[in-house]
């Protein structure tokens, strides 16, 4: 019953989430059903051990082992899914070869076991035990081949259809389907110019506490943004302005007063507050940064590759200005470092090679970050870097 319960879940979050277009998405979607089958198939027929016969000890684990690593297997490849769906911009079902490998192995353990209850092991005194193993290996290798087969292929089939239908111009990156994104182990780059936004939310014990965000202009090296915090511990705006050698900060309703450039000491070497960070970060020789490569995603209808690394508190707020806010309420300093805070970054290399997406969390214990108590405070921040082919003016601010 638990196996029919987390495969109808995850049918479902198909059904209604995966919506990426194309000409096989209501194939995808019926293919979700066919483990739903398999596993009722599990409930009307199940597995029956024998407890009071020691000759069926072996066979009475091998059931319940299947049957927990079948639960297992489903379970992670439901949270997995939920995040790909879910996350903005990305429907590929299938978006690399550890999320297919994953499907297939749940699927294989999900016949088997129902496959263990067709044959009827353990198997009664007096029956041909191997026979009966050698049967349920037989239906469990059908089973597994048509279902991943139906699903697998077709999200497959239909992840290359739209790659093969003309692309609409994309405001993250080149829409090229013949263009590949780099790998995560080749170095990203900032784009000549872009058009920048980081939105950042904090939560305590599942409540929101607050938000912070940041929106503005890059051109080449210059910058100019506004930004604003709204929490239970804060509450501020800011400008900022980098034009050439010269920078320019305004803090709530003052007007901006002139600043040396990097006033703020984020990651990397030039100074650049919203998207170079994340660059300097991603791209550091530190042993720390492994990157994790996640596959090919459409966002925003361009293709990037989605890579990944474990961070901790202090690089994060190093990183992604607006948390600085969140966790301690002062923009130019960081009054709670949070070394004992871990999370991830992941970010998004399109097919210009250039960093277009970034979005970074992390956990740890809210008194840490807040004049508070509770069992478990994160902090999350997500960047965009949108026409990064397109000119862009920094002027700057109006004297007084």
Known sequence: MVLLVLWTALAILILIAYRPGGPWDIVVVSGAFVPVLIAAAAVVRPPEPRLHDPGATAANLVVAWVGLLAALLVSGLLVLEVRIITAEGDQ??????????????????????????????????GSRLQGRMLHALGIAVLMTTGATGLLGGAAVANDLALLEQPAQPSRFGPTDPALTPPGCDVPVVVGPTADLEIVAHGIIDGEDMGSASIRGVRSGLDESWSGSVESDYARARASYVRVGAQAWLGLGAQPPSRIQVDPFGLAGTDGLTLDGPVV??????????????????????????????????PTALDTFLPLRWLAGGQLLTVTHPLDEWRGTLDWW?????QLGQASVIIHGYPGEAWPTTGISGSLSARLTALDRDQPQTVTPPAAP
């Open 349 to 353: 290399v399109f097919a210009d090679g």
């Open 280 to 313: 300097a970060v991603v791209t550091s020789s530190l042993p720390g940064v492994v990157a994790e490569d996640l596959g090919v995603e459409l966002v925003g209808g361009a293709r990037a590759r989605h890579c990944r690394t474990a961070v901790g508190g």
């Open 92 to 125: 590929a079902l299938l978006p690399s070869l550890e999320v297919a490998y994953a499907l297939v192995l749940a699927i294989g353990a999900l016949s088997l076991y129902t496959a263990l209850g067709i044959s009827g092991i353990p198997a009664r005194p």
